[in-house]
């Protein structure tokens, strides 16, 4: 999260641990003030360290202020912040922009950080800079929306078309092929009440389990009782049962971040959003 400006006037970052309280400034360098989109880097499994990424546009404008439109961004360039390090250890400029949408999903897995564009593919940043292109696993259409989970020691791919939602898992050691696992409708996944909100959902696959969580903006219709909020479900896939959690009300907003409690005392957890 972006938080008290520095000693220049550009913000910090803070990462912390939710369960423990514990958290720990990044100091923002010359460069962070063009940045358009930070993410974190950290699997628990491998180590206590943490990266932090800070991605730049292709264009600045006035003042070397970045140029953003919409809700996408064309990367051109990475810093990469190591906690072991205790330092911005890296900062790279690649050839070719990417297109990416700046509320969209990140996972940190095998070393990289991946990422969509809105072409559908999937672009893995490794710590030192380097970039991988993973092509997507299902066909897809302009205005389809992607994700990446991790679920069951695997990356997934998600994609909201206009009919279903679509997931496959990234496959071999390699991680070079991807396999469909599952193709649910939205009627399934949503119910006949709310299966034509198709675009005012958000979905999350489990990290463990065959089972995605959504999250639903309802927008009631003028003369009806119903009234707007959000609310919270799953969709069960081996057994196609779908479950009303919880309405989380009419004030929550996205984004919605993934999270899993850990409860050693380590300091790295959520790079909270500014």
């Given at each position: 999260?972006?938080?008290?400006?520095?000693?220049?006037?550009?913000?910090?970052?803070?990462?912390?641990n939710?369960?423990?309280?514990?958290?720990?400034?990044?100091?923002?360098?010359?460069?962070?003030?063009?940045?358009?989109?930070?993410?974190?880097?950290?699997?628990?499994?491998?180590?206590s360290?943490?990266?932090?990424?800070?991605?730049?546009?292709?264009?600045f404008?006035?003042?070397?202020?970045?140029?953003?439109?919409?809700?996408?961004?064309?990367?051109?360039?990475?810093?990469?912040?190591?906690?072991?390090?205790?330092?911005?250890?890296?900062?790279?400029?690649?050839?070719?922009?990417?297109?990416?949408?700046?509320?969209?999903?990140?996972?940190?897995?095998?070393?990289?950080?991946?990422?969509?564009?809105?072409?559908?593919?999937?672009?893995?940043?490794?710590?030192?800079?380097?970039?991988?292109?993973?092509?997507?696993?299902?066909?897809?259409?302009?205005?389809?929306?992607?994700?990446?989970y991790?679920?069951?020691g695997?990356l997934?791919?998600?994609?909201?078309?206009?009919?279903?939602?679509?997931?496959?898992?990234?496959?071999?050691?390699?991680?070079?092929?991807?396999?469909?696992?599952?193709?649910?409708t939205?009627l399934?996944?949503?119910?006949?009440?709310?299966?034509?909100?198709?675009?005012n959902?958000?979905?999350?696959?489990?990290?463990?389990?065959?089972?995605?969580?959504?999250?639903?903006?309802?927008?009631?219709?003028?003369?009806?009782?119903?009234?707007?909020?959000?609310?919270?479900?799953?969709?069960?896939?081996?057994?196609?049962?779908?479950?009303?959690?919880?309405?989380?009300?009419?004030?929550?907003?996205?984004?919605?971040?993934?999270?899993?409690?850990l409860?050693?005392?380590?300091?790295?957890?959520?790079?909270?959003?500014?």
């Amino acid at each position: 999260r972006r938080t008290h400006l520095g000693p220049k006037n550009i913000a910090d970052y803070v990462v912390c641990n939710p369960v423990t309280e514990r958290w720990v400034v990044v100091r923002a360098t010359n460069c962070s003030s063009n940045a358009s989109i930070a993410r974190l880097g950290f699997d628990p499994a491998v180590s206590s360290h943490f990266h932090v990424f800070e991605f730049a546009p292709a264009g600045f404008a006035g003042a070397n202020r970045p140029t953003i439109a919409g809700a996408t961004t064309d990367i051109k360039s990475v810093g990469i912040y190591s906690s072991q390090a205790a330092v911005w250890a890296r900062r790279a400029a690649w050839k070719s922009p990417i297109s990416v949408r700046r509320t969209s999903e990140s996972v940190f897995f095998r070393g990289m950080l991946h990422l969509c564009t809105n072409a559908g593919l999937v672009i893995g940043v490794g710590v030192e800079g380097n970039r991988r292109v993973i092509r997507a696993p299902m066909t897809h259409s302009d205005g389809d929306v992607h994700n990446v989970y991790l679920s069951q020691g695997q990356l997934h791919f998600a994609n909201k078309g206009a009919s279903e939602q679509s997931i496959g898992a990234l496959e071999g050691s390699n991680g070079e092929n991807w396999t469909l696992k599952h193709n649910v409708t939205y009627l399934q996944l949503l119910g006949i009440e709310f299966s034509s909100f198709v675009w005012n959902y958000d979905a999350f696959v489990h990290p463990e389990k065959s089972v995605i969580f959504i999250v639903l903006n309802y927008s009631a219709s003028p003369g009806t009782s119903h009234q707007s909020s959000t609310k919270l479900m799953s969709y069960t896939v081996d057994s196609k049962e779908r479950r009303f959690i919880c309405d989380l009300g009419s004030n929550c907003r996205a984004p919605y971040i993934s999270y899993v409690p850990l409860f050693i005392g380590i300091l790295a957890l959520v790079l909270l959003p500014g």
